[in-house]
């Protein structure tokens, strides 16, 4: 069974920074891609940040330069770095995976519980 636990939300004033973590078990991250979404109120959920089982990462105009995603293969745990921290980053900001099974539609999505961010202004 795939769990995926998210940690490091909190509120935070405007230009300051957050560690958001992910950390996982019954899939591995090392060779699974995996991302970070985020769901502001009334908002649709956006993707923030992935990266891919090579390492290969991928950010949202909204955050780069500001959010960096990386992954801590011995610890199976993946990393969001929040700088410069904007009040309209403030969301619920949620881990994904996508790995085994593969169905005709393609892999299957895992999601965490989402994890809080407020930033004020």
């Known amino acids: 069974q795939v769990q995926l636990v998210e940690s490091g939300g909190g509120l935070v004033q405007a230009g300051g920074s957050l560690r958001l973590s992910c950390a996982a078990s019954?899939?591995?991250?090392?060779?699974?891609?995996s991302a970070w979404y985020r769901q502001g109120p009334g908002k649709q959920r956006e993707l923030v940040a992935s990266?891919?089982?090579?390492?290969?990462?991928n950010y949202a105009d909204s955050v780069k330069g500001r959010f960096t995603i990386s992954r801590d293969n011995a610890k199976n745990t993946v990393h969001l770095q929040m700088n410069s921290l904007k009040a309209e980053d403030t969301a619920v900001y949620y881990c994904?995976?996508?790995?085994?099974?593969?169905?005709?539609?393609?892999?299957?999505?895992?999601w965490g519980q989402g994890t809080q961010v407020t930033v004020s202004a």
């Open positions: 994904n995976a996508r790995g085994p099974p593969t169905t005709a539609y393609g892999p299957t999505a895992y």
């Open positions: 990266i891919t089982s090579g390492g290969s990462t």
């Open positions: 019954g899939i591995i991250f090392r060779i699974n891609p």
